[in-house]
């Protein structure tokens, strides 16, 4: 059972072997989840869930490419805590609001301003609109203390 302290040493063994940085911004970010995990005021169910999702990452399996294996052993177990638990990181909502806002605001700005430069003026204003509903739905997973810190 990889459990959270294992899953920390785990990744400060990587971070001391020495890497690119884009590597060691990696591991430290998921160190930072894990101690952030830690400091949560968690319930015995909820951190043997998270425990077993991490035993059902495999963390530790040889990979050729490690950084990309991690990489998406990262961002598979963000979407567990968000889908588990609606723990975010950090300007969650602000980015995916912006990505959406953009990719709408495109499509939007072709169709009503057709030659008066459309594109820019719908992927301003998308981008725009995303940023205020992603702020306001941080500002709201900030409140009720849904937000994982990490430095």
């Known amino acids: 059972m990889m459990t959270i302290e294992k899953a920390k040493y785990f990744l400060k063994s990587l971070l001391q072997q020495g890497a690119k940085n884009s590597e060691i911004k990696m591991y430290q970010k998921f160190l930072d989840i894990l101690i952030s995990l830690e400091n949560r005021d968690l319930t015995a169910s909820q951190k043997n869930s998270i425990e077993e999702e991490l035993t059902n990452l495999d963390l530790k399996q040889p990979h050729k490419n490690r950084k990309s294996y991690l990489r998406k052993k990262l961002n598979a177990f963000l979407h567990y805590l968000k889908s588990a638990f609606s723990l975010v990181l950090k300007e969650h909502y602000t980015n995916y609001g912006m ?53």
């Open 99 to 151: 990505s959406l806002g953009m990719a709408f605001g495109v499509a939007i700005g072709t169709v009503i301003f057709k030659e008066r430069g459309g594109i820019a003026i719908g992927l301003c204003a998308g981008m725009f609109v995303g940023y205020c509903v992603g702020q306001h739905l941080d500002k709201e997973a900030v409140k009720q203390n849904l937000v994982l810190i990490i430095t």
